[in-house]
Nanobody, 120 residues
Framework: QVQLVESGGGLVQPGGSLRLSCEAS????????MGWYRQAPGKRRELIAQ???????NYSDAVKGRFTISRNNARNAVYLRMNTLKPEDTAVYYC??????????????WGQGTQVTVSS
C-alpha cells in the first residue's frame, strides 16, 4: 500500500505565504506524477499544480505566478510554495500521486487533505 502524508497548512493573512509538503511512502515501484488539488466549500476539487516526468510543472490559471511546485524524487516528495495568498485560495488542499506499486498501470493516491485559510 501507498500513503501520502501532507503537512504545512494553516491560517495566514492575505498577501502572506505558506509551504505545503507531501511525502509518499510504501511499496512504490514508480511515480508518474505528483501534484496538488484543492476544494473550497461548495465547489468541486480542482487541479492547481502538477509535475510529471521531466519535472515540468503545470499550473492552473488561478495560481500561476504565485504558487510554485517542486519535487524531491529521492524522498518521493512534492512541495507547494504559495505566495501572495488571497482569501479565494481558502480551501482544503490535497496531495495527489499517480503511482505504480507493481508493473500494472498506475493508480491515483490521495493525501488526507490540509486546510489553508486566508483571512485577516
Amino acid at each position: 500500500q501507498v500513503q501520502l502524508v501532507e503537512s504545512g497548512g494553516g491560517l495566514v493573512q492575505p498577501g502572506g505565504s505558506l509551504r505545503l509538503s507531501c511525502e509518499a511512502s510504501g511499496n512504490i515501484f514508480n511515480i508518474h506524477s505528483m501534484g496538488w488539488y484543492r476544494q473550497a466549500p461548495g465547489k468541486r476539487r480542482e487541479l492547481i499544480a502538477q509535475m510529471g516526468g521531466g519535472d515540468i510543472p503545470n499550473y492552473s490559471d488561478a495560481v500561476k505566478g504565485r504558487f510554485t511546485i517542486s519535487r524531491n524524487n529521492a524522498r518521493n516528495a512534492v512541495y507547494l510554495r504559495m505566495n501572495t495568498l488571497k482569501p479565494e485560495d481558502t480551501a482544503v488542499y490535497y496531495c495527489n500521486g499517480v503511482i505504480q506499486i507493481t508493473q500494472d498501470p498506475p493508480i491515483n493516491y490521495w493525501g488526507q487533505g490540509t486546510q489553508v485559510t486566508v483571512s485577516s
